[in-house]
């Protein structure tokens, strides 16, 4: 089984329940994949590397989260989100998509963001699983 530890604060947990997360695994027509740097002060994954996504509100279905968490970190739109079908932690959601709007511009919880390649992602310190997602995605989607 894959572990995959979401990042955890006061938002997507309700009466000390945690509700989860999503991750969108977003690409473009040549399969290049959509990372985001995470700033040095941030307690989950400090530096690395990871996929736009979030916590999982109140009353918010996982795919929602999904959609809503890619607006606010990167202002794009995606549609048509799939299930990555990998044994993760029961709490994440993992979606991908290659269906997407406007133009990347990162929020303050991101230092950085770059379009990938398989052969490229190597070269990044990335966010636990980022790369069996990738390559779940690049075989099955």
Partial sequence: MIRFTVWTNSVGKSQGRNLGGSVVLVLDRTNQLLI??????????????????GKIEEGEAPKEAAVRETKEETTL???????????????????YTRSYTGQVVIDE????????????????DLAPNILPMYDWVLKHG
């Fill in 109 to 124: 919880e991101h230092e950085e963001w770059v379009w990938v390649t398989r052969q490229e992602i190597e070269k990044y």
């Fill in 36 to 53: 985001l740097k995470r700033p040095n002060w941030v307690s989950w994954a400090p530096g690395k590397w990871g996929l736009p996504g």
């Fill in 77 to 95: 739109a995606v549609h048509n989100l799939k299930n990555v079908t990998l044994p993760l932690d029961k709490g994440l959601h993992p979606f």
